[in-house]
């Protein structure tokens, strides 16, 4: 018990001692003559250390309304009638200008007059001796005088009486918090609590040697204390961000461009047919107005690689590619798409050259659990003369074990823009589950040669991010991690990996 009180913040020191059983906030408040805010927090501390038990009660109080403060300051409109006439007689008219009563007061005042035999009516009013009476009673102000009151302890009678009478009184639900003293709090209220401990060791303690005649607050780091919830980027935007900062230190440049493009740079520059399944509007979300084609000679280039192959070696796909196809804008599907506009531009003079990009990416998918109209990837190329497809598994492998993931698994696949193409899988040591991660492999000649003049190897991929983050957060539908949920939010890891 000694080592609690020890360890009892100043704040805590003024309060606990005025604590006995159902005391009310206000009444603490009144007594230590603290700020609200300061008494509740001392409250807090005091009941987690189990010295008092704090309950949350809701009483409806009786307050004054804004007649009733006009009663108080001018008197009762009845009484105002009554004095009008305790010596004189006197008709309506004059009884109204010289009590000064509105049309409201004086119907309240002759109703309630009338009901209890206080005037006698005619072409002039008189005072009855029941009217005498009534002007000594002073039930009604002595009542509204001790408002602010709780209804439990209002006199019912008066109370019913006066609701009835426009804006006398109001009520008002007023919420409390009752403490009472739990075994331990009486057991330290038996004992001297000091209040001449040394807060924080400052250096003005160590010089003046306050240390030597006082003690340090004893402090419970064991204590539970609200959680504190700092601001901090989204788990996901952190993840990208991570993403960028790996394909950065490994000495490449970021690719930027938008999200609106035509199905020329998105499809064709790509060496993907018109023809092709994944230029259905099931897969790609189309815009309703066409866009501008690029240089003509890379249009043409693009062209005739389709329809016969050009110069690359290949007979292309063998039929008539139409350029309103190309001109249709679409939300792009891939950011495979600012590779083809890299390499467009590209130099000769710049090989060889590392490009990467972080985007959002639309595809018209069936929304489930594991799959979303839009996602996050990154994109990556490498144009170099002595590039392989070894380095290509290299370069995968070193992005996927600086995310977390450092067991990798490659196998081939196809794609319409590369050859060879591969997919990998990354190992999820926590749910114990290969994890599909990444498509890519080495441009075929049909997409280099037109984009970039000649036939130089060009490693491309694109992995997507969010399902690598869905297994970095556990989370298991997809769909989650943009619900915005505030406890997911405030609970999510930061991503170091």
Not at 224 to 235: A, S, T
Not at 275 to 299: A, N
Not at 379 to 386: F, S
Request: hydrophobic letters at 35%.
């Amino acid at each position: 018990m000694k080592e609690v009180a020890e360890s009892l913040s100043p704040l805590e020191r003024k309060i606990f001692p005025l604590i006995k059983d159902n005391i009310s906030l206000n009444e603490l408040i009144d007594k230590s003559r603290l700020k609200e805010v300061e008494v509740i927090r001392a409250l807090q501390w005091l009941e987690n250390k189990e010295l008092i038990n704090v309950r949350k009660e809701s009483k409806e109080i009786i307050e004054i309304d804004s007649n009733g403060r006009k009663i108080l300051k001018e008197d009762l409109p009845e009484k105002r009638f009554l004095k009008s006439i305790l010596n004189k007689e006197l008709s309506l008219n004059e009884i109204i200008e010289k009590a000064k009563l509105d049309k409201d007061e004086l119907n309240a005042a002759l109703g309630l007059l009338k009901r209890n035999s206080c005037i006698i009516l005619g072409n002039k009013i008189k005072i009855t001796e029941a009217g005498k009476k009534y002007l000594n009673d002073n039930r009604i102000e002595d009542f509204l005088k001790k408002l602010p009151l709780d209804k439990n302890k209002a006199d019912k009678i008066l109370y019913n009486e006066l609701k009835g009478r426009k804006e006398l009184i109001k009520e008002n639900l007023v919420k409390d918090r009752i403490s009472d003293l739990t075994s331990k709090g009486r057991e330290l209220q038996k004992l001297n609590l000091k209040d001449d401990y040394i807060e924080s060791l400052t250096i003005n303690v160590i010089k003046n040697k306050e240390w030597v005649n006082k003690k340090f607050r004893r402090y419970d780091i064991n204590i539970n204390v609200p959680k504190v919830y700092p601001g901090k980027k989204h788990f996901v935007n952190e993840a990208l961000d991570y993403a960028r900062r790996i394909w950065l230190e490994m000495g490449f440049k970021e690719m930027k461009g938008n999200i609106i493009q035509t199905a020329f740079w998105n499809f064709d520059a790509l060496y993907t047919s018109q023809d092709h399944s994944v230029r259905e509007m099931q897969d790609t979300f189309y815009l309703k107005e066409k866009g501008r084609l690029p240089d003509k000679e890379i249009v043409n280039k693009v062209r005739a690689a389709h329809e016969n192959g050009w110069n690359t070696g290949s007979k292309g796909w063998q039929y008539k590619w139409n350029p309103e196809e190309a001109m249709k804008k679409v939300l792009r599907t891939h950011t495979t798409c600012l590779s083809a506009q890299t390499l467009s531009k590209l130099k000769k003079e710049e090989l060889p050259a590392k490009f990467f990009s972080v985007g959002r990416c639309y595809r018209n998918e069936t929304l489930d659990f594991s799959h979303l109209f839009e996602f996050n990837q990154t994109e990556g190329i490498v144009v170099d003369e002595n590039a392989n497809l070894r380095h290509l598994m290299g370069y995968l492998r070193e992005f996927a074990t600086k995310m977390g993931f450092p067991k990798v698994r490659f196998r081939p696949a196809y794609f319409p823009y590369t050859e060879p193409s591969l997919e990998g899988d990354v190992y999820d040591p926590v749910h114990k589950k290969w994890i599909e991660f990444i498509a890519a492999g080495i441009f075929r000649p049909e997409v280099t040669k037109p984009l970039l003049g000649k036939d130089v190897p060009v490693l491309a991929w694109g992995p997507g991010i969010d399902r690598i983050i869905t297994a970095a957060y556990n989370i298991k539908d997809i769909r989650d991690i943009y619900k915005n949920d505030l406890k997911q939010l405030r609970e999510s890891k930061m991503w170091l990996k």
